[in-house]
């Protein structure tokens, strides 16, 4: 497969949804191309903040591998967690990414870069798996303020964010929007009561 069949195909990403939240009942979910484009954008400003802060870090290939992260999902979909327990989604993506890249000079290059995120075997790689899961709890929280409260499962990622080496780094984007999650459910809280006492009276 060359360029532009790649491109073409890539574009499978802004169709195809992101299942888990299909599951969970909200009925126009995010594409993978929306969930993997925010993630790159918060790998970019998190890699230039430890880059301030005098981490060595390559911002380009932490973008990089950001960009290419969900690729293979162009061809394989995503598959919600229930669904991985039957089969190996890595390598149902690396059996992908072989055939996308099969005729560019550079598959080994972008080939190493997936493998890189998907064994968190680099800095960089461990910073797109946290941005990546970052990115789900603000989605998560998103459908959650639109009044979707099936959600409780994706939340329990924090507890991988606040275990994550950036913790120190970040962790007040991780603790700012549990604590938005809590005042949001305090508002539900309200709301209900509200309405059962109307319903008494």
């Given at each position: ?19 888990g ?83 560019i ?24 798996r ?8 603000l ?13 409780d ?49």
């Amino acid at each position: 497969m060359g360029l532009l069949e790649l491109f073409l195909e890539a574009g499978n990403l802004k169709k195809l949804k992101r299942t888990g939240w299909l599951l969970r009942g909200v009925p126009t979910p995010e594409s993978i191309a929306d969930h993997s484009f925010r993630t790159a954008l918060i790998t970019l400003f998190l890699a230039d903040e430890l880059r301030d802060g005098g981490v060595e870090i390559d911002v380009e290939r932490a973008l990089r591998m950001a960009l290419l992260h969900d690729l293979g999902e162009a061809r394989i979909t995503d598959v919600p967690l229930p669904a991985q327990r039957y089969f190996d989604k890595v390598e149902g993506e690396r059996g992908a990414l072989k055939e996308l890249f099969g005729k560019i000079e550079r598959a080994g290059e972008y080939t190493a870069l997936f493998e890189e995120y998907e064994g968190g075997s680099t800095l960089e790689g461990k910073l797109v798996r946290f941005a990546d899961k970052l990115e789900m709890l603000l989605q998560a929280y998103e459908y959650e303020r639109t009044g979707f409260r099936d959600l409780d499962e994706f939340w329990k990622v924090v507890e991988d964010l606040r275990a994550s080496g950036f913790y120190p780094y970040f962790g007040d984007l991780v603790e700012g929007l549990v604590e938005r999650r809590k005042e949001l459910h305090r508002d539900w809280a309200d709301r209900d009561a509200a309405t059962s006492n109307l319903r008494k009276g």
